[in-house]
Structure formats: structure tokens, C-alpha cells
């Protein structure tokens, strides 16, 4: 079945420091994919997305770029900020269900 | 700029007793969703509703829950005969099948 892979957490940065975080996905078909960021006692809210090979999705300075490929999807940000700790949630939509099925969350701590 | 909401934003409840989440999707969506958070661990997809039906539904999902849309603004997920395994973060979502689902910002349950 379709599954999404991300990194483990917590990733521990300082601030203006250069953010990767990886995600890999397994899915029939070409789904849509994108990233949600879960503040600190808020819901989830969309980041980014990519519906197909080679989109790149951005949003606040962050960045992720669809590669069929090698079936990932990895978040990046040249410059983090303290505001950007959070959870991080990799997720696939699968054309033919529309279900958003998500990884574990990547938990970001940026340090001033 | 429209958004998702959610009441309540705790629920606290005894295990056996039923609950009724409620949710106001942006108003001209037409697909609807429930998702669930439990503490530390991945968002799961339970149920997708559309044209007043379940479109699909996780083996979550059993007999204990139901989701109904009553009027043309709310959505809600009863559990009826809730267990402590229930308590979790409930989200709502509401997508107007474009791929991209917008979460409201989640109820708490807490079944002691």
C-alpha cells in the first residue's frame, strides 16, 4: 500500500542554519504530495505541495521538489528562523482515494 | 481568508459515554474528512464524506463512529460508546477537489 517515509526527529538547528528534511514515499501511480507544519498546540496547516514530477513546491522560504525518480520529497530552507520550530508532516493524496496518508512528523528545533 | 473550524477545542469524557465532534468546513468545499492524532504518533485518516455519504473509511473507523453533515455548514463524527483508546486529537478537513484538504485546528478528547 502506499506509505510515506520522513526522517526522525527531532532535527536541532540554529537559527540562519540550512534545513533538510527528508521524506521518501512508496505509491501506485503518480499521487500528489506536500508538506503540513503543526505549530506548537495548532492544527495542521498546508505548507507546500507538488502534484507532479519535478513540480517544486514553496512557501516561506521553504522548498520541496517532486522527484519521481528517487520517489522523494525533501523539505528544504536556506536560512531557518526560531519561528520555524515546529512539527513538519510529509504526506501522499492518492488520485484514486484522496486520502492524505502522512508520515511519522519531523520535529524542527531552531535555536537563536 | 476562510477557514476550518472546530468545536470544542477539549473534550473531556467518561469511557462508555458518547461524543459528538463538530466541525464548519470553508463553506464552498464539497469533500469532507476526519483525521486522528494520537499523542506522539502519525496522523491517521478515519473517514471522507461526499454528496452525503462516506466515500471511504479506515478499519478505524468501526461501528462506534458515525459522521453526519445535519445542516449545510457542520460536519460532525459521533463516537458512541467512547474507549481510552479513543483519546487522541480529532481534525477536521474540507477540500474543494482541488487535492489540497485545509484542517481546522483539532478537538482534544480525553477519555478518562
Request: with cysteine; proline share 3%; aromatic share 16%.
Given at each position: 500500500g502506499n506509505s510515506v517515509t520522513q526522517m526522525e526527529g527531532p532535527v536541532t538547528l540554529s537559527e540562519e542554519?540550512?534545513?533538510?528534511?527528508?521524506?521518501t514515499y512508496t505509491a501506485t501511480g503518480y499521487p500528489s504530495l506536500f508538506w503540513y507544519v503543526?505549530?506548537?498546540?495548532?492544527?495542521?496547516?498546508?505548507?507546500?505541495?507538488?502534484?507532479?514530477?519535478?513540480?517544486?513546491?514553496?512557501?516561506?522560504?521553504?522548498?520541496?521538489?517532486?522527484?519521481?525518480?528517487?520517489?522523494?520529497?525533501?523539505?528544504?530552507?536556506?536560512?531557518?528562523?526560531?519561528s520555524d520550530s515546529a512539527v513538519y508532516f510529509c504526506a501522499l493524496s492518492d488520485k484514486n482515494t484522496d486520502k492524505l496518508i502522512f508520515g511519522t512528523g519531523t520535529r524542527l528545533q531552531v535555536f537563536p | 481568508e476562510p477557514e476550518v473550524t472546530q468545536t470544542p477545542s477539549h473534550q473531556v469524557t467518561q469511557m462508555g459515554q458518547e461524543v459528538i465532534l463538530r466541525c464548519?468546513?470553508?463553506?464552498?468545499?464539497?469533500?469532507?474528512?476526519?483525521?486522528?492524532?494520537?499523542?506522539?504518533?502519525?496522523?491517521?485518516?478515519?473517514?471522507?464524506?461526499?454528496?452525503?455519504?462516506?466515500?471511504?473509511?479506515?478499519e478505524i473507523f468501526d461501528d462506534q463512529f458515525s459522521v453526519e453533515r445535519p445542516d449545510g455548514s457542520n460536519f460532525t463524527l459521533k463516537i458512541r460508546s467512547t474507549k481510552l483508546e479513543d483519546s487522541a486529537m480529532y481534525f477536521c478537513a474540507?477540500?474543494?477537489?482541488?487535492?489540497?484538504?485545509?484542517?481546522?485546528?483539532?478537538t482534544r478528547l480525553t477519555v478518562l
Open positions: 542554519a540550512f534545513l533538510t528534511i527528508n521524506c503543526q505549530y506548537p498546540g495548532e492544527g495542521l496547516q498546508l505548507l507546500l505541495k507538488a502534484t507532479k514530477a519535478d513540480d517544486k513546491g514553496s512557501n516561506k522560504g521553504f522548498e520541496a521538489t517532486y522527484r519521481k525518480e528517487t520517489t522523494s520529497f525533501h523539505l528544504e530552507k536556506g536560512s531557518v528562523q526560531v | 464548519v468546513p470553508i463553506s464552498n468545499h464539497l469533500y469532507f474528512y476526519w483525521y486522528r492524532q494520537i499523542l506522539g504518533q502519525k496522523v491517521e485518516f478515519l473517514v471522507s464524506f461526499y454528496n452525503n455519504e462516506i466515500s471511504e473509511k479506515s474540507s477540500s474543494s477537489r482541488t487535492d489540497t484538504q485545509y484542517f481546522g485546528p483539532g
